[in-house]
């Protein structure tokens, strides 16, 4: 009789102290999950402009009377992990570029990407537009900036603009 009290005792003790493991692993876990954050999370879409300027204005930094440049390449890289993101994108007929950038960046860390102009394509040929300009950051990469958030394929991103980025002609006034 008094030993299966004392068993009973024993299990309801034991019981007892799951129970406040349990709890106190809980409590210490709840600082580290943070819903309201997490929902805000989006995923990254950057576009922009790719311009040949104008011989009339070369070294001068203006997009007047500049032509929009097709198939420009445009590239991307992040800094958001140790090894990163980079992904290189061109522009249409409209000089208009626009990419997603992969999965893994959100826009968390979108303040550690930049965007640069790195190629005129075969369009600058013609027009002889082959020296990156910095205009708006377009040698020494440019930061993105927040202009709207959208959904694509049911997905949360924001579009970030960059730019308009131009290649100098190479003509003299
Ligand atoms: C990423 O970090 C490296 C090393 O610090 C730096 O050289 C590079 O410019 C950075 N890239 C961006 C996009 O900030
Ligand atoms: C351009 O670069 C300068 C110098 O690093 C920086 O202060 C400025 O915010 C940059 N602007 C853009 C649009 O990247």
């Not at 493991?21 to 809980?26: D, L, P, R, S």
């Not at 929902?39 to 203006?62: P, W």
């Not at 020494?140 to 694509?152: D, Q, R």
């Amino acid at each position: 009789m008094g030993t299966s009290v004392i068993k009973a005792l024993k299990y309801l003790l034991l019981f007892n102290i799951s129970l406040t493991f349990i709890y106190t692993n809980e409590v210490s876990a709840s600082p580290v999950t943070l819903p309201a954050a997490k929902m805000s999370r989006r995923l990254v879409a950057v576009q922009g402009m790719v311009y040949c300027k104008s011989c009339k204005y070369s070294g001068i930094n203006t997009l007047l009377e500049a032509s929009p440049l097709q198939g420009a390449t445009v590239k991307l890289a992040c800094n958001n992990t140790k090894r990163g993101v980079t992904m290189e994108t061109k522009t249409d007929k409209n000089g208009y570029f626009f990419m997603l950038a992969p999965n893994k960046l959100t826009t968390y860390a979108f303040h550690t990407c930049r965007a640069w102009a790195t190629n005129p394509g075969p369009a600058a040929a013609t027009v002889t537009c082959t020296v990156p300009s910095q205009l708006n950051n377009g040698t020494t990469g440019a930061m993105l900036k927040p202009s709207k958030s959208i959904n694509i394929a049911e997905r949360g991103y924001v579009l970030f603009s960059v730019g308009p980025f131009a290649f100098e002609p190479a003509c003299t006034r």
